[in-house]
C-alpha cells in the first residue's frame, strides 16, 4: 500500500524510551515483593516486545487532542495484562511454547510456579496503576471497567478458553472470529477506548476510533496467523508454523493465503479512513495501521 505519511518506525521511536521508563519504574518493586518474584515478573514486561497496545493508548489520546503524559500509565497498566497473557499462554497446560520475544519463554527460566505467580501479579498491578495514577477517581474507574472487561471471561480470558477448545472443535468463520474479537481484539479496542477516555473524547471521536479499534484488532490476528504460516521464526522472536502442528484452525488454514491477506487489506482501510476524519493528529493511528499489514513480527 502506497503511503506518504511518516514510517511507524519514525513514530514509535518517539514514544519507545518513554514506555520502556515507566514499565520499569512501574515494576521496580519495593522489597516486600521476593526479589526472584519481581525478576520474573520484570523479565517478561521488561522483554522486548512492540509495545503495540501502550502505543495505542498513547496515540488515540493524542489523536482526541489529549495529553499524553496522563495517559502513560494507562499505556503500562494494558501492556501488565498483555505481559500476563502472554506469561500463560506459554505455559505447558496452554500453548506450550519455548520462546517468546526472542527470548525463553518465563517458565523456562522461572519454573511454572513462578511463571503462574508472576502473570497474577502483573494482572493485578495493572489495576493497581490504573486506581493510583489516574486522575481524577472517576476517570480511573471507567479505565478500571474498561481494562477489566477486556481482561475478563467475556473477552480475553473467554476467547482464549475457546481457542484451547478450537484445537478439536470445528470451527468456521464467524466462530473464528469471534474467538479473536474477545482474545486479541478486546485488549486492542481497550487500548483505544482508554487513550480516548484519559483524552475525553467527544461522542464523534470515539466513534471513529471504535471503527478504527474493531477493524485493526482483526486484522492484527489475520496478520499474526499469516506470520505463523508464512514468517521467519528469526525476525518473529518464536516458533513458526506452530499453529499448523496443532491442527489449531486459523485465518489463512479457513480461508487460503490470498484471501486472508485481502480481508486484512480491507480491514486496515476501513480502520484508515475511520481516524483521517480525525485530522492531523491521528497521524499515529494512520501509520500503526499500515505497518500491522507490513510487520514481520
Ligand atoms: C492466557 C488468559 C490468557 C490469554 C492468552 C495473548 C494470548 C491470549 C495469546 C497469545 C497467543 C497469540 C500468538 C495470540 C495472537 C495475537 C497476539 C496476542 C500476539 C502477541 O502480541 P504481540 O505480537 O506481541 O503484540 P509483543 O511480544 O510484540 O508484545
Request: charged residues 25%; aromatic residues 4%.
Amino acid at each position: 500500500m502506497e503511503t506518504s505519511i511518516t514510517p511507524f518506525s519514525q513514530i514509535a521511536a518517539r514514544y519507545s524510551a518513554s514506555i520502556d521508563e515507566a514499565l520499569d519504574s512501574f515494576s521496580a518493586l519495593p522489597a516486600d515483593c521476593p526479589p526472584r518474584l519481581c525478576e520474573a515478573i520484570r523479565y517478561s514486561l521488561l522483554a522486548p516486545g512492540k509495545r503495540l497496545r501502550p502505543l495505542l493508548v498513547l496515540m488515540s489520546c493524542e489523536a482526541c487532542g489529549g495529553d499524553i503524559a496522563a495517559a502513560m500509565p494507562a499505556a503500562c497498566a494494558v501492556e501488565m495484562v498483555h505481559a500476563y497473557s502472554l506469561i500463560h499462554d506459554d505455559l505447558p497446560c496452554m500453548d506450550d511454547d519455548d520462546m517468546r520475544r526472542g527470548r525463553p519463554t518465563n517458565h523456562k527460566v522461572h519454573g511454572e510456579a513462578l511463571a503462574v505467580l508472576a502473570g497474577d501479579a502483573l494482572l493485578t498491578m495493572a489495576f493497581e496503576v490504573l486506581a493510583n495514577e489516574i486522575h481524577p477517581y472517576r476517570t480511573a474507574a471507567f479505565c478500571c471497567l474498561e481494562l477489566s472487561r477486556a481482561a475478563g471471561p467475556t473477552a480475553l480470558v473467554g476467547g482464549q478458553a475457546d481457542d484451547l477448545d478450537g484445537v478439536s472443535a470445528t470451527v468456521d468463520l464467524p466462530r473464528l472470529e469471534a474467538i479473536h474479537r474477545r482474545k486479541t481484539g478486546a485488549l486492542i479496542l481497550a487500548s483505544i477506548r482508554l487513550g480516548a477516555i484519559i483524552a475525553r473524547a467527544s461522542r464523534r471521536q470515539r466513534a471513529a476510533l471504535e471503527t478504527y479499534g474493531q477493524r485493526i484488532g482483526l486484522a492484527f490476528q489475520i496478520t499474526d496467523d499469516l506470520l505463523d504460516a508464512t514468517g521467519d521464526p528469526v525476525a518473529l522472536g518464536k516458533g513458526a508454523g506452530k499453529d499448523a502442528d496443532r491442527g489449531k484452525l486459523t485465518f489463512p488454514g479457513l480461508l487460503g493465503v490470498e484471501e486472508s491477506r485481502r480481508r486484512a487489506e480491507q480491514l486496515i482501510a476501513e480502520a484508515i479512513a475511520a481516524v483521517t476524519t480525525l485530522g492531523p493528529t491521528a497521524e499515529g493511528l494512520e501509520s500503526l495501521a499500515h505497518h500491522v499489514l507490513q510487520r514481520n513480527h
